[in-house]
């Protein structure tokens, strides 16, 4: 986030640190985060997937450039980027950061695209809108904004709204942030720096492990950070956090910027609206490190400089000079294959060639060749330009388009060199995942314990099984408790599985939807995402405090029906637009127009604002379709007229949810025997066992599947379809495995 900080000379800083304005005053956005997940070609982070290019400048946390090969899953970084006319996300700056639990930051600035009742889109960003949001100027689509906000409970929420051009609003209202313990406070104000700040009732006071406070639990002395807007010649407390005084960073001398040098003198560059003076001192070096002289300090040239700001004679010397000069020879790029040749292709509109030594993958890095990619499929290309200047592709990797994300918090049960288990859930642990101790501080899986509250982030891999992507420790004492948020899988008369999962339900707990109404377990659906509070009751298992249900939702199984413009599936209608992106199992992009009624398909959508009232909560209101996944063909297909009669009967599994094993049914109809193949699938599409495929006779058959793939090894938790052809027939239903 963009930084402006005061020292006893508040009223010059303002004059001097106006924000540096935007390149071209173009839309964009910043962000910080945790990585989830991580490929050559993107990364993802709050559930956002960004495009890393060749002009993506990547610094660590002491502002060194480093490759992408240097970013790990877990990491906290800031990324600054823009969302393209393609309807990707591409990131332009990333730094990593120093991790701790403080509140991700978010801001976004440009046209307004999409404005409802309690939400509002910048960027391809969606804000949620609370009580406590304020608002300058009318909102309009098409309207530029420039919103602030940070991340809660999954979600972008809003804190203030401006109208105008990147920039103007801190031209207008100056942001400032003061850092340091309070020394005076009193009903409405409280002093920091010397300087007095006003405490509406909008604005947002937090403690260290950002639980709400108010102003009555303050106190002289406390260290705090305040972000304040000079409103009226009066500073105004939009955001008041609690700090530890080790955290607090007390120089605000200290200035950072990144940009064109725009003016040069023999003594002095101005960058933006800053002019920095050169001294002996002053260290210039190129990307590599390499010395440079002061020469190289051209109009034009894009710097990152480190300087600080001389309060006796109002100065700013440069420390350190970083000349950036990107490698003209080396490509990245993601997006749509738009032609294929014997031996290139072409991506965004750059023609591509491959030879034997190109490395082509799938998404789980599974090695493809040339003519098993298509026009329209996703990539992600490196690229080196040669000496004819062709360019000869290293890498092409399809890219994916959905990781599901899960979190679980409660004490470790288990704990091996490569596994975590929480809440009877083994998450795996991959090597340099970050794992932070209680204070922040970097620790190793080996320093944890059993019976230690841990809260794990995770994502649900394609074969089912779920993968840490952050370890954090947690400072209270280890209990009972237990938090976890993701996917609900199945639901029974008194329970429902989330994550791998099972819940129990009880007259205690307390059911609300998105907006907080209060609902019944018979409101719930699978498919639905949902943050889970819940408690390990002796005899019993985990029963749950409170389900909250998220603006999102999961959904899989067969379409009911297909429009142009949407699918039925279970009862939920999913609108179909320009942005849904619809792939097959191998997520290779197909046409709306090429699904039919009865295909298996996994849905992954957003309420629609209007949407979703008390009572109804997800069975027939509408949701938007993000992502659509088309496992297979449609469940029943016949090939002649509908008369043909039906082939066999499928009935549903038992018991399901199962532990080890489950038994499926089916009865064949007709006078003789007929070829029959069963078959057990993961939510991908992909064929995890084959358990008949032989002729049978007439009459009821039975088959138990013990969760083991065609090796034997033990499968996963989570959903599976198993599918029964008999002839030219299919039908499809689901099981969930609970280990």
Do not use: C
């Not at 205690?508 to 109404?517: E, H, K, P, V």
């Not at 992954?604 to 938007?624: D, E, I, P």
């Amino acid at each position: 986030m963009r930084r402006i900080v005061t020292t006893g000379f508040l009223a010059f800083l303002l004059g001097l640190m106006v924000p540096i304005a935007r390149a071209d005053d173009h839309p964009g956005f910043e962000l910080e985060g945790t990585i989830e997940a991580l490929d050559q070609a993107t990364l993802t982070l709050h559930g956002i997937t960004f495009n890393l290019t060749a002009t993506t400048r990547i610094r660590n946390a002491a502002g060194h450039p480093i490759p992408a090969s240097q970013l790990q899953v877990g990491q906290r970084i800031e990324l600054a980027g823009h969302f393209g006319a393609d309807g990707l996300y591409y990131a332009l700056k990333i730094k990593l950061e120093e991790p701790d639990d403080s509140t991700d930051e978010v801001e976004a600035w440009g046209p307004l695209t999409a404005l409802t009742d309690s939400t509002l889109t910048v960027q391809g960003l969606t804000f949620y809108l609370s009580a406590t949001t304020q608002v300058s100027g009318r909102l309009v689509v098409g309207q530029r904004l420039e919103v602030e906000g940070i991340v809660q409970g999954g979600r972008f929420v809003a804190l203030e709204i401006s109208s105008g051009r990147a920039g103007e609003i801190e031209e207008r209202h100056p942001k400032i942030e003061l850092e340091g313990p309070i020394t005076a406070i009193s009903d409405s104000t409280l002093e920091v720096q010397g300087h007095t700040v006003r405490v509406l009732s909008t604005t947002r006071i937090v403690g260290d492990n950002d639980q709400p406070l108010t102003l009555a639990d303050l106190q002289v002395g406390v260290f705090v950070e305040i972000k304040a807007r000079l409103l009226n010649g009066q500073l105004v407390a939009l955001v008041i956090e609690v700090e530890k005084p080790d955290r607090a960073e007390m120089d605000r001398r200290k200035v950072e910027i990144e940009g064109i040098i725009l003016e040069r003198t023999d003594s002095t560059f101005t960058v933006g609206t800053l002019t920095f003076h050169l001294t002996p001192v002053t260290k210039i070096e190129g990307e590599d490190d390499q010395p440079l002289t002061p020469a190289a300090l051209q109009v034009g040239v894009f710097v990152e400089v480190k300087g600080y700001l001389d309060p006796t004679t109002h100065t700013l010397y440069a420390l350190k000079v970083q000349v950036e000069q990107p490698d003209a020879r080396e490509l990245e790029l993601v997006g749509h294959i738009e032609a294929l040749g014997s031996d290139s292709l072409v991506v965004a509109g750059i023609t591509i060639f491959v030879d034997a030594n190109t490395r082509i993958e799938d998404p789980w890095e599974q090695p493809l060749t040339l003519a098993d990619l298509k026009v329209g499929l996703l990539v992600k290309v490196e690229a080196r330009q040669r000496d004819d200047g062709t360019y000869l592709a290293l890498e092409i990797k399809i890219r994916k388009v959905f990781h599901p994300v899960v979190e679980i918090e409660g004490p470790i049960e288990a704990l091996t060199d490569s596994t975590i288990t929480v809440a009877g859930q083994v998450f795996r642990v991959r090597p340099g995942v970050h794992v932070l101790g209680p204070n922040g501080q970097v620790v190793s899986l080996t320093d944890l314990q059993v019976g230690q509250k841990v809260k794990v982030r995770g994502v649900v891999h394609p074969d089912g099984t779920y993968w840490a992507v952050r370890i954090r420790a947690k400072a209270d004492q280890p209990d009972d408790a237990i938090e976890l948020e993701g996917t609900i899988e199945s639901l029974g008369p008194d329970s429902l599985v989330v994550a791998g999962v099972t819940v129990f339900v009880n007259a205690n707990t307390q059911i609300l939807a998105y907006d907080g109404t209060a609902i019944t377990l018979a409101d719930l659906q699978t498919g639905l995402i949902v943050e889970i509070k819940a408690l390990q009751q002796p005899g019993v298992g985990l029963v749950a405090q409170q389900i909250k249900v998220e603006d999102f939702v999961e959904a899989t199984g067969q379409a009911d029906s297909v429009r142009a413009d949407a699918v039925i599936l279970q009862q939920v209608t999913f609108l179909i637009n320009a942005q849904t992106v619809v792939v097959n199992a191998q997520q290779q992009p197909i046409n709306w127009s090429d699904i039919q009624p009865g295909q298996q398909v996994v849905v992954q959508g957003r309420r629609v604002a209007s949407a979703g009232k008390a009572g109804t909560y997800l069975a027939g209101t509408t949701y938007v379709a993000d992502y659509v996944t088309v496992l297979g063909n449609a469940s029943t297909t016949n090939t002649e007229a509908p008369a043909l009669p039906v082939a066999f009967e499928l009935a549903p599994s038992y018991p399901n949810p199962f532990r080890q094993q489950t038994t499926i049914r089916f009865t064949l109809n007709g006078t003789g025997p007929q070829p029959v193949t069963l078959e057990i699938y993961n939510v991908l599409g992909q064929r995890v066992r084959m358990l008949i495929q032989m002729m049978l006779p007439p009459g009821l058959h039975e088959v138990t599947w013990d969760a083991t793939d065609e090796t034997g090894r033990p499968v996963a938790s989570g959903l599976y379809l198993y599918r029964l052809r008999v002839g030219n027939q299919v039908q499809t239903r689901s099981m969930v495995l609970m280990r």
